[in-house]
């Protein structure tokens, strides 16, 4: 974490960066309890704890004025009828906003506030995402083949809260229909679900 300015590189159109302090790695097993279709989830999981998602990020200090910024890599897939997606998080600082912008691949970015207000916006190569502060936010990739790969920004000391969703859910998930992908009212949302 240096004081002077620095440049990385996105590599297109894999969207990989030249150079990133911290790699997270997300597998199936980290989304117990976040998918409807438990018996697929099982199923998947018993077969192979696969990797969904990669996170790779410039760690800046988390402090006002600074900004996290990094990449996303949502791979393709589904368990049952819903697709792959990211955890999902409020903010902990919930005056936090966040702008994303697509690199690569097909999906959705489902979001909703504490109070009940929902939204979906699809993404594409070349699409930006301003998310308010006060928004949970979760990436899906509607893809068949294709990464979803995602910049982001977002004050550094904006942290995570997953629990929040952990528990809930969202009250909208994303799954195929008739080989398209269809936002559909979570008939598990509030449920407590771990």
Same mark, same amino acid.
């Given at each position: 974490?240096?004081?002077?300015?620095?440049? *990385?590189? !996105?590599?297109?159109? @894999?969207?990989?960066?030249?150079?990133?302090?911290?790699?997270?790695?997300?597998?199936?097993?980290?989304?117990?309890?976040?998918?409807?279709?438990? @018996? #697929?989830?099982?199923?998947?999981?018993?077969?192979d704890?696969?990797?969904?998602?990669?996170?790779?990020?410039?760690?800046r200090?988390?402090?006002?004025?600074?900004?996290?910024?990094?990449?996303?890599?949502?791979?393709?897939?589904?368990?049952?009828?819903?697709? *792959?997606?990211t955890?999902?998080?409020?903010?902990?600082a919930?005056?936090?906003?966040?702008?994303?912008?697509?690199?690569?691949?097909?999906?959705?970015?489902?979001?909703?506030?504490?109070?009940?207000?929902?939204?979906?916006?699809?993404?594409?190569?070349?699409?930006?995402?301003?998310?308010?502060?006060?928004?949970?936010?979760?990436?899906?990739?509607?893809?068949?083949? @294709?990464?979803?790969?995602?910049? *982001?920004?977002?004050p550094?000391? #904006?942290?995570?809260?997953?629990?929040?969703?952990?528990?809930?859910?969202?009250?909208?998930?994303?799954? @195929?229909?008739?080989?398209?992908?269809?936002? !559909?009212?979570?008939?598990?949302?509030?449920?407590?679900?771990?």
């Amino acid at each position: 974490m240096g004081v002077a300015p620095f440049v *990385f590189d !996105v590599e297109l159109p @894999e969207g990989k960066l030249s150079s990133y302090d911290v790699h997270i790695v997300r597998r199936l097993s980290s989304m117990a309890g976040q998918y409807l279709d438990d @018996e #697929a989830y099982a199923r998947m999981l018993e077969d192979d704890d696969r990797v969904l998602y990669e996170v790779f990020q410039m760690q800046r200090p988390e402090v006002p004025g600074e900004l996290l910024t990094g990449i996303s890599v949502l791979h393709p897939g589904k368990v049952g009828s819903e697709y *792959f997606m990211t955890k999902g998080h409020f903010h902990a600082a919930m005056d936090a906003a966040e702008v994303y912008y697509c690199l690569q691949g097909q999906g959705m970015i489902v979001m909703e506030t504490a109070e009940g207000k929902t939204a979906v916006e699809e993404m594409r190569p070349g699409r930006v995402l301003y998310v308010l502060p006060r928004w949970a936010h979760r990436s899906v990739n509607t893809g068949r083949e @294709e990464d979803l790969v995602t910049f *982001f920004v977002c004050p550094a000391n #904006a942290g995570h809260d997953y629990g929040t969703i952990e528990q809930s859910g969202f009250r909208k998930i994303v799954i @195929e229909r008739n080989g398209e992908p269809a936002v !559909v009212d979570n008939p598990r949302w509030g449920q407590g679900r771990l």
